[in-house]
């Protein structure tokens, strides 16, 4: 069965620091990858998504990247954070065969 | 892009009532999801639904694509089906993007 893991669970970061959240996926191959951000008490915003290693689109201008360097691997990141970076980031998969699923997310805070 | 809307934004129920959430889109689809997202943060898949009606348990949905809208029907609510209902679609111009809704907070009180 595919399965998806994200970490860490929770991240306090300063402000400028730099930041990287890992996802990877298990049990299928050349999956679509997708990260979310959710502010507090908000919808969640698609970021970035991937359809293939090295193919990242970007939906937001802002201050994050991401990064597909292996078929079931995506990482997210930033060079400098903000305090507006704060918020709870979610990865997702799908392929055409299984609809949107996502890990159970980071809690980012920037202080 | 395609827009997505939902409706109500919040809704409070008691125990065992009915209810029943929209999700409007302003573009043709391949996919639409409903997800309920509990109070730690996960988001569960409820139903993949790009058109037609599926039924699981006290929740069912049913999508008209050729209207551009979905529902989300709650029977006899529990207290656990407390947390954010949204929706998500990909749109037919934007293959592979999941956008989702302004999502609903369902509140059921005991």
């Known amino acids: 069965s595919q399965t998806i893991h994200q970490w860490p669970a929770t991240l306090v970061q300063p402000v400028g620091s730099p930041l990287s959240l890992e996802c990877t996926v298990e049990?299928?191959?050349?999956?679509?990858l997708y990260w979310y951000r959710q502010a507090a008490g908000r919808g969640l915003q698609l970021l970035f998504y991937?359809?293939?290693?090295?193919?990242i689109s970007s939906e937001v201008p802002q201050n994050l990247s991401a990064s597909r360097p292996q078929d079931r691997q995506f990482i997210l990141s930033s060079k400098k954070l903000l305090l507006s970076d704060s918020g709870f980031y979610l990865c997702a998969w799908s392929t055409t065969a299984w609809p949107l699923h996502f890990g159970n997310g980071t809690r980012l805070t920037v202080t | 892009g395609i827009q997505v809307e939902q409706s109500p934004p919040d809704l409070i129920l008691q125990e065992g009532a009915n209810s029943t959430l929209r999700c409007n889109f302003s573009d043709s689809v391949n996919n639409l999801q409903w997800f309920h997202q509990n109070p730690w943060g996960q988001l569960i898949n409820l139903f993949y639904i790009p058109s037609g009606t599926k039924q699981n348990g006290r929740l069912s949905a049913t999508t008209v694509a050729t209207e551009r809208y979905s529902l989300l029907y709650i029977s006899s609510s529990q207290t656990t089906d407390s947390g954010v209902y949204f929706c998500?679609?990909?749109?037919?111009?934007?293959?592979?993007?999941?956008?989702f809704g302004t999502g609903t907070r369902l509140k059921v009180l005991a």
């Open positions: 049990g299928t191959s050349n999956p679509n």
């Open positions: 991937s359809v293939g290693i090295g193919q």
């Open positions: 998500a679609v990909e749109s037919v111009t934007g293959t592979y993007k999941y956008i």
